[in-house]
Each structure stands twice: as structure tokens, then as C-alpha cells.
Nanobody, 130 residues
Framework: QVRLMESGGGSVQSGGSLTLSCTVS?????MAWFREAPGKQREGVAV???????IYGEFVQGRFTISQDKRKRTMSLQMNSLKPEDTAMYSC???????????????????????????WGQGTQVTVSS
């Protein structure tokens, strides 16, 4: 069973930075950050695949960086230039490949923000004040 635990949330002023971390127990291939603000639908922030390929939500616009340390079994989200609209509960998620794409003679596993993730953390609150 895969277990996830987030840390690093908090309060920061607009323009500030925060780093979120997610500790993972168990084997995964895709790891992602999602966020959900009150009254809004959950949206994908960023996803990283086992081969290191990353995908970001359109609203990120170069402000966030997702990374992973396989030896430490952690995933991080460095968030810079935070805006009040980034205020939300941030959750990490993990699972196997969302799809496979044929590349040459092999099928390459891929991760998508729109994909299904079976394992979720409890979430950590990020609040950005203006």
C-alpha cells in the first residue's frame, strides 16, 4: 500500500515562496500535486514521472518547480511568486502510469495531470495574503 504525507504548507505574503514536500512509502511511477480551493474544483498543479518528465498546469506559468528524490522517497514543489489565488489545500498523489505511448519498438509509460491517481495524502494548507 502506498502512503503519502505532505509537509511545508503555511502562510505567506503575495510574491513569497513556499516549498511543499511529500514523503512516499511504496512503489509509484507518477507523482503529482493537486490543489483545491473553497468553492472551486480540484485542479492539477504539476506531475512528475519516474523518468523525470514533468507537466504543469497552465496557471503555473513558470512559477513552480516539481522535483523528486528517489533515494529519499520524497517529492517536492517549490512555489515562487505566490499569488492570493494560489491559496488552497495542496495534496500529493501517486500511482502507476496513466497511459502508455508506443515510441519506437517500446511502450513508454506516461503521466498526466488528467490521469487517475489511486493514492492521496491528507493535504497541506497554503494561504497567500495580499
Amino acid at each position: 500500500q502506498v502512503r503519502l504525507m505532505e509537509s511545508g504548507g503555511g502562510s505567506v505574503q503575495s510574491g513569497g515562496s513556499l516549498t511543499l514536500s511529500c514523503t512516499v512509502s511504496g512503489d509509484t511511477y507518477c507523482m503529482a500535486w493537486f490543489r483545491e480551493a473553497p468553492g472551486k474544483q480540484r485542479e492539477g498543479v504539476a506531475v512528475i514521472a519516474g523518468d523525470g518528465i514533468t507537466i504543469y498546469g497552465e496557471f503555473v506559468q513558470g512559477r513552480f518547480t516539481i522535483s523528486q528524490d528517489k533515494r529519499k522517497r520524497t517529492m517536492s514543489l517549490q512555489m515562487n511568486s505566490l499569488k492570493p489565488e494560489d491559496t488552497a489545500m495542496y495534496s500529493c498523489a501517486a500511482g502507476g502510469p496513466n497511459r502508455y505511448v508506443r515510441e519506437g519498438g517500446d511502450f513508454t509509460p506516461k503521466c498526466q495531470l488528467e490521469g487517475a491517481f489511486l493514492n492521496w495524502g491528507q493535504g497541506t494548507q497554503v494561504t497567500v495574503s495580499s
